[in-house]
Structures are given as C-alpha cells and as structure tokens.
C-alpha cells in the first residue's frame, strides 16, 4: 500500500491577504499630468519598486520632520 510521504495539518481559519499595517492608513486619489505620470513609472521602474511604493517613500521624506 503506497503511504503519504508527508501530512499537512490545518489549524484555524487562514488569514489571506496582506498582513494588517501597524499604522492606519487611507487611499489618496488625485489627477496629475500623464507626463508626470510616465516619469514616476519611470523612476519607479529604475528602482524596481510600484508607483505606490514610490509616491508613499517620496510623500514620507518630504513629510517627516527634521
């Protein structure tokens, strides 16, 4: 008789999708000029980062105190 190699075990209910932030956050929706667009995909693409990522590390520098 062919036994598993191997069991999986499940214990609770799975929590799917990104991990909570451990600060609150909320959605910023604006309209820019699709240059200016082009250019943060741009950037984003050279540091292999979203444009999210880009626009919260540029948003979080220009807006922590010095």
């Not at 200016?36 to 520098?61: C, F, G, P």
Request: proline residues 9%; positive net charge; glycine residues 4%.
């Amino acid at each position: 008789m062919n036994e598993p190699k191997f069991q999986c075990f499940v214990i609770g209910p799975r929590r799917r999708g990104r991990p909570m932030s451990a600060e609150p956050s909320s959605r910023v929706t604006t309209w820019i000029p699709a240059k200016y667009h082009d250019a943060l995909i741009r950037v984003a693409n050279e540091k292999d980062i979203s444009v999210s990522a880009l626009v919260n590390q540029v948003l979080t520098k220009a807006l922590t105190p010095k």
